[in-house]
Nanobody
Framework: QVQLVESGGGLVQEGGSLRLACAASGRTFSSHAMGWFRQAPGKARELVVG????????YYADSVKGRFTISRDNAKNTVYLQMNSLKPEDTAVYYC???????????????????WGQGTQVTVSS
């Protein structure tokens, strides 16, 4: 079973930056699309960004376009999320997960994933 370990969260002021990392176990990492999700208190978990297995295709939610950048290192089984110009509304627990394609990342419901990691808390103060 795949294991996902998110890290890099923290407390940052509005306008600041953070870089999140998600280390995934398993030999199939390089054949899966990866996505970063977030869940704010009282809100549903939502897909924020996604990247195809090859890294050539990416997806960004409108709320983060131009501020967030997803990347991956298949040799290290790790996907990254660079977050710049952070806003208080970016405050949430951030999770990563895998799917067969970026299209599937956008269509699967959170409860359709077999596994979720612990996530990493991002708090942006105003």
């Amino acid at each position: 079973q795949v294991q996902l370990v998110e890290s890099g969260g923290g407390l940052v002021q509005e306008g600041g930056s953070l870089r999140l990392a998600c280390a995934a176990s398993g030999r199939t990492f390089s054949s899966h699309a990866m996505g970063w999700f977030r869940q704010a208190p009282g809100k549903a978990r939502e897909l924020v960004v996604g990247i195809s297995a090859s890294g050539r295709t990416t997806y960004y939610a409108d709320s983060v376009k131009g501020r967030f950048t997803i990347s991956r290192d298949n040799a290290k089984n790790t996907v990254y999320l660079q977050m710049n110009s952070l806003k208080p509304e970016d405050t949430a627990v951030y999770y990563c997960n895998a799917a067969r394609s970026t299209a599937q990342l956008k269509t699967l419901q959170p409860d359709e994933y077999d596994y979720w990691g612990q996530g990493t808390q991002v708090t942006v103060s105003s």
